[in-house]
């Protein structure tokens, strides 16, 4: 089963030749290495490049062991290139293997050679063109603002999203919907042709693969058990406020393990560097500003979060809001959490002020929206429920409804947009209403 991932194969093709390392990321089993080395390698043959102006290399596969020496990988690609008046495009996958060694040609113990250098002195030359994947090992997006600086471009690449999935998926919309939130958008899943082998692919992925990485990367063997039910804890609470000082609180009830905010934040930041987990910010729409905490986390993908979990907590609302989240990041948009304070009157006459919560309040240049995610709103008061917060906002931005009923879209005498799940993932222009 092959999947055209259009959005991610136009970055390459805009960043073409802009004299930058092109740095694929995003969590593995995404699909990074069958963008790189099967779509972007048959758009080049289609558009005139020779096989002999590829130069490619999986440094995972062992015939290419040498190459984990950063100066034999240099030597290599640098041959390759013979030619002064040709392009050549250098594609290396899992660029991690590269090892780092010790500099043979200094004196100096401290001096190293890592990828990095290779990558960079590649950039130099003038006729090579430098695409690379990287595991979420040792080639985070934190790495990538360091390292690179302005001399790489970063394409985060993602699970599928649902207008993906669907495009490949015999059958309607609505049956579409029901096995994305419950598997999610691994590539390789919609191939597996049962639950049970879906189960066990995902939650050996979080066994084997990832939980490993941040281990193996951040050196916390010790804590691996910790890491671990932070993951299932933070599974359980998507589209839920929470704070590290909470879940420090909720590792001494519920394991009886005394962990620092601190930590349970530090913790946090490797799950979102190694692009397990995404966080959103609350901020204060009227007020214009930021609040610290409490914040909300949701999954890259909801098919491991569900995994995660044993697929014992299905709910679908919480599970549709993650899906929004991340369809909205993948979009291109910030996407933050909203608060709208409201004053009101108790009914002993006291004056109080109370928090209305926007799921999310969504940003890109001079765009701005407004969206609540609900399962239905067919009941006129659970729909003032939802709008409640929306309506209180005092600007004339585009202020959006998502429901799980496949309806119309329509308009409110209010103004706010409602418009099925399906629709909306299916329609990169659905904002615009």
């Known amino acids: 089963m092959e999947f055209p991932r259009r959005q991610y194969l136009q970055k390459l093709i ?7 390392v092109k ?56 041959k390759q290139i013979v030619d002064k008046k040709k392009r050549y495009y250098v594609l290396i ?49 934190s790495d990538v603002a360091t390292q690179f600086r302005d001399r790489g471009d970063e394409i985060r690449v993602y699970p599928l999203s649902f207008a993906e999935f669907h495009d490949v998926y015999e059958g309607n919309e609505r049956d579409a919907w029901l096995d994305y939130y419950t598997y999610g ?38 804590d691996e058990s910790v890491l671990d039910d932070l993951l299932n804890i933070t599974a359980s609470s998507i589209g839920s406020l929470t704070s590290p000082t909470r ?36 901020y204060d729409v009227k007020g214009r500003k930021y609040l610290q905490t409490p914040l909300k986390y949701y999954y890259t993908d909801v098919g491991l979060r569900n995994a995660k979990l044993g697929f014992r907590q299905q709910e679908e609302t919480h599970i549709m809001e993650n899906v929004l989240f ?37 940003n890109r240049g001079e765009e701005r929206y407004y969206i609540q995610s609900a399962l239905s709103v067919a009941d006129p008061e659970k729909r003032r429920q939802e709008i409640a917060s929306l309506v209180r906002i005092p600007d004339s931005f585009g202020k959006i409804v998502v429901v799980r009923d496949y309806i119309k879209p329509w308009k409110d005498e209010n103004g706010v947009l409602y418009l099925g799940i399906e629709q909306f993932l299916l329609d990169e222009n659905a904002l615009e209403g």
Request: glycine share 6%.
């Open 326 to 362: 991340c369809d909205l990041i993948r979009r291109g948009y910030d996407v933050d959490v909203g608060v709208v304070e409201q004053n009101v009157k108790t009914d002993d006459g006291k004056k109080i002020r109370r928090q209305l919560e926007v799921d999310f309040v969504v």
């Open 93 to 141: 996958d899992e660029i991690q293997f590269v090892s780092e060694i010790q500099n043979p040609y200094v004196d100096d113990k401290e001096s190293r050679l890592t990828f990095i250098d290779v990558l960079l002195g590649l950039t130099k030359i003038k006729n090579a063109d430098v695409y690379v994947t990287g595991s979420n090992s040792k080639m985070l997006s």
């Open 247 to 282: 879940l420090s609180k909720t590792f001494l009830s519920e394991k009886q393990i005394r962990i620092s905010s601190a930590t349970i934040d530090l913790y946090l930041g490797y799950f979102a560097d190694a692009f397990l987990i995404d966080r959103a910010l609350r």
């Open 23 to 78: 740095i694929i990321t995003g969590v593995r089993r995404c699909g990074k290495s069958f963008l790189l080395f099967e779509l972007f390698t048959r758009y080049l043959r289609e558009n005139g490049v020779k096989d002999d102006q590829i130069v490619a290399l999986a440094l995972d596969e062992i015939g290419a062991a040498k190459y984990r020496n950063p100066l034999e990988l240099d030597r290599y690609v640098r």
């Open 185 to 222: 958008g691994m590539p390789l899943v919609p191939a597996l042709p049962t639950h049970e082998e879906k189960s066990r692919y995902l939650k050996g992925l979080f066994k084997r693969t990832y939980l490993r990485d941040v281990v193996e990367r951040h050196n916390v063997h010790n």
């Open 14 to 20: 805009a960043k073409m030749n802009n004299g930058r």
